[in-house]
């Protein structure tokens, strides 16, 4: 029987999903009660993994109280042996409130997008890290493929891709941040992927954007602008992750 096109490209090509990023800490065999930061926390729910998966002391860290507020409240409700371990401050990429050289992990995940200098947060990770400690960072890079009218939608206040977001600026930040590489994976699309073929993600949020860009004074009026905006923003997001337009990319780094 003939192969359709359509059976070919039905086979999946076994991206990997997020969870990656926790084997890898795991394959560092830190031991319990090492000191991790988690840098843009948000609502802290990776700092309670690292906390339950490995009984690691984590402190979130986040610029923005509303997340700073609700991880303390999620703390309240978690089990002892992860609340103790677990503390949120308020804190940026470039300013984290620890002293220098008391860190075995810097965990960053999906955060650096939103740093005014990329250079001065990784060499914060370097300062705060101790010798031999290491950085996970995760990180949504633009590619050439973004055209200039994209990037003014994805980034309506600043109009263009911020600095933080730009490939040869985050390898040159790497460069002189005094880390070494110890490995690098180009994601390309493969979360994206992932969550599309396990629920659907990226087809939701591309009828999403198709009715948001269709019909804009409904929704603008339903939601409000600064909404309207945030919520095309977001599904333009995964939308151009899927097309190649933006790229996401790991880095294990290590203090020498
Ligand atoms: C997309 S969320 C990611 C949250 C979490 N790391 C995760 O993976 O689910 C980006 C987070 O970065 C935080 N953020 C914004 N500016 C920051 C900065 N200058 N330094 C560190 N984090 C920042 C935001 O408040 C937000 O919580």
């Known amino acids: 029987m003939a192969t359709s096109v359509a059976d070919v490209l039905d086979q999946s090509l076994a991206p990997r999903d997020p969870s990656m990023l926790l084997a890898t800490v795991r394959s560092l065999d830190l031991a319990p009660d090492s000191l991790a930061v988690d840098v843009g926390c948000g609502e802290g729910e990776h700092a309670f993994r690292l906390a339950a998966h490995f009984g690691l002391r984590v402190v979130g860290i986040d610029p923005v109280q509303r997340h700073l507020d609700r991880a303390r409240e999620v703390r309240r409700g978690e089990p002892e042996a992860v609340a103790s371990r677990v503390s949120f401050e308020r804190g940026t990429a470039d300013r984290i409130p620890l002293r220098d050289a008391t860190v075995d992990l810097v965990w960053c995940r999906d955060s650096l997008p939103h740093v005014p200098s990329l250079a001065s947060s990784y060499r914060e990770f370097g300062r705060v890290l101790r010798p031999g400690g290491r950085a996970l960072v995760h990180q949504v890079l633009a590619t050439d493929l973004l055209a200039p009218e994209e990037a003014d939608w994805l980034f309506p206040v600043l109009g263009v891709v911020p600095a933080s977001m730009d490939l040869d600026t985050s390898d040159g930040a790497i460069r002189?941040?005094?880390?070494?590489?110890?490995?690098?994976?180009?994601?390309?699309?493969?979360?994206?992927?992932?969550?599309?073929?396990?629920?659907?993600?990226?087809?939701?949020?591309?009828?999403?954007?198709?009715?948001?860009?269709?019909?804009?004074?409904?929704?603008?009026?339903?939601?409000?602008?600064?909404?309207?905006?945030?919520?095309?923003?977001?599904?333009?997001?995964?939308?151009?992750?899927?097309?190649?337009?933006?790229?996401?990319?790991?880095?294990?780094?290590?203090?020498?």
Do not use: I, N
Request: net charge negative; charged share 25%.
């Open 176 to 256: 002189h941040s005094g880390l070494v590489v110890d490995a690098s994976v180009d994601l390309g699309s493969e979360w994206v992927e992932h969550a599309e073929e396990t629920s659907g993600t990226a087809s939701r949020a591309l009828l999403h954007a198709a009715r948001l860009q269709r019909d804009p004074e409904r929704y603008r009026e339903a939601l409000g602008d600064a909404a309207y905006d945030v919520a095309l923003g977001e599904c333009l997001w995964t939308v151009y992750l899927m097309l190649g337009k933006l790229t996401s990319r790991v880095h294990l780094l290590s203090r020498p």
